[in-house]
């Protein structure tokens, strides 16, 4: 879906306003409820909490580093070091690696990855999406707050936390409705990423090359010192390693698109980590 974006947009087949249109859609009202299908069903008390921890713990060092060499190096403003940040820890789990690896190893096999997913979803994607609202509204909690309080990703993984700590069973309509949306999620999110991709320069540029090579290379090898120092027999090691060969995620530039932030870096980086990744991914997996 990725490369059939790619492919109409450079044909003219598909416009980018079309593309930053289904993106909008994709990201606010189809997402979510794949986010609630995943939140309501994770199965809490199997969860390796010390395997979080030290992935958790990867990403917070991962996205300081490329945040300070964005900022003081490439001199990246906040906003776009803070995706570019987002690009290097924030891996397409939910709508790529989250997929592959349920073809691989089944649903319970996936179960790892859907603890990240989850991670990432309650508490990175959280993150990344309040401090844009504070970056782009001025750093003024009065203005950031409506626009928090509206949004129906964060409202989302609020509620579905909270029905899941709680034990609430799902009705099975609710679920049916939540399948059948959310499966249009991923390839509605990656065909108008492919297209809106079409529009950006394909030539590496050395913040391209050192976003890109911390992602692939840097993040991977802080997981696996990581577990190799901390949690060397632990059994989620080897799917937390395929995750973090993935590419970086379409969410930071859905951010972008949203908040109106340049993305002739972001889009580049992804771009490459989605290709190269092909071979990380195929390795690991």
């Known amino acids: 879906m990725l490369a059939l974006g ?80 987002m690009c290097v820890t924030f891996v397409n789990s939910l709508l790529y690696i989250w997929p592959i690896s349920a073809l691989i190893y089944g649903e319970e096999g996936a179960r790892p990855i859907a603890a990240i997913v989850a991670l990432d979803a309650s508490v990175s994607f959280s993150f990344f999406i309040i401090a844009m609202e504070f970056i782009k509204g001025g750093n003024s909690v009065r203005a950031a707050l409506p626009r928090m309080v509206r949004n129906p990703v964060l409202i989302t993984i609020v509620l579905s936390l909270a029905l899941n700590l709680a034990r609430v069973p799902i009705p099975e309509p609710i679920l049916t409705a939540a399948r059948f949306a959310g499966a249009g999620a991923a390839p509605m999110t990656l065909f108008a990423l492919g297209v809106v991709l079409s529009a950006a320069p394909l030539i590496p540029t050395p913040p391209v090359i050192a976003i890109s090579a911390l992602k692939l290379l840097a993040f991977p090898l802080l997981i696996w010192t990581g577990f190799a120092v901390l949690s060397p027999e632990n059994s989620w090691q080897a799917q937390f390693l395929l995750n973090a060969g993935g590419p970086a995620g379409a969410m930071a530039f859905s951010l972008a698109l949203l908040h109106g932030v340049r993305t002739d870096r972001i889009a580049p980086v992804i771009i490459w980590t989605s290709t190269l990744s092909l071979i990380t991914l195929a390795w690991l997996a």
Request: a negative charge; glycine letters at 8%.
């Open 6 to 85: 790619f492919i109409l947009g450079r044909a003219g087949t598909a416009r980018q306003d079309e593309a930053k249109a289904l993106n909008r859609i994709a990201f606010l009202i189809l997402q979510p409820p794949l986010i609630f299908l995943l939140l309501t069903g994770l199965d809490l008390p199997s969860i390796h909490f010390d395997a979080i921890g030290i992935y958790a713990g990867a990403e917070v060092i991962a996205f300081l580093v490329a945040l300070a060499i964005a900022r003081l190096v490439f001199r990246c403003d906040t906003a776009e070091a803070f995706l570019l940040g």
